[in-house]
C-alpha cells in the first residue's frame, strides 16, 4: 500500500502565497505520477496540477499562479501557491497512481487526506 500525507494548509491573505506539500510512503515503486486537486464546499473535486516522472503539468484554472514540483521520485510532491485568491480556499488533496491517466480522470489508486486552504479577501 501508498500512503499520502499532506500538510502545509492554512490561512492566508489575498494575494499571498503558501506551498503545501505531499508526502508518499509505503510501497511506491512504480507510483510515478502525482496529482493536486482542490474541492471546495458544495463544489466538485477539480484537478489542479500533476508531475509525471518531473514534468509537471497544471491546469488552465491555476496556470501562472500555481507551481507543482518533485526534487527527485523520493521526495515529496509540492504545490506552490502565488498571487492566491478568495475562489481558491478549498480542501486540497494529493493522489496519485501509476500513469497520469487515472490522475488525470480523478480516479487515481491512492489519495490522502487533505489539508485546508483558506484565502481571505
Request: with cysteine.
Amino acid at each position: 500500500q501508498v500512503q499520502l500525507v499532506e500538510s502545509g494548509g492554512g490561512s492566508v491573505k489575498a494575494g499571498g502565497s503558501l506551498r503545501i506539500s505531499c508526502v508518499l510512503s509505503g510501497y511506491t515503486v512504480g507510483v510515478n505520477c502525482v496529482g493536486w486537486f482542490r474541492q471546495a464546499p458544495g463544489e466538485e473535486r477539480e484537478g489542479v496540477a500533476r508531475i509525471y516522472f518531473g514534468s509537471p503539468y497544471v491546469f488552465d484554472s491555476w496556470k501562472g499562479r500555481f507551481t507543482i514540483s518533485q526534487d527527485n521520485a523520493k521526495s515529496p510532491v509540492y504545490l506552490q501557491m502565488d498571487s492566491l485568491k478568495p475562489e481558491d480556499t478549498g480542501m486540497y488533496y494529493c493522489a496519485a497512481d501509476k500513469t497520469c491517466r487515472t490522475v488525470a480522470a480523478g480516479t487515481p489508486k491512492y489519495w490522502g487526506q487533505g489539508t485546508q486552504v483558506t484565502v481571505s479577501s
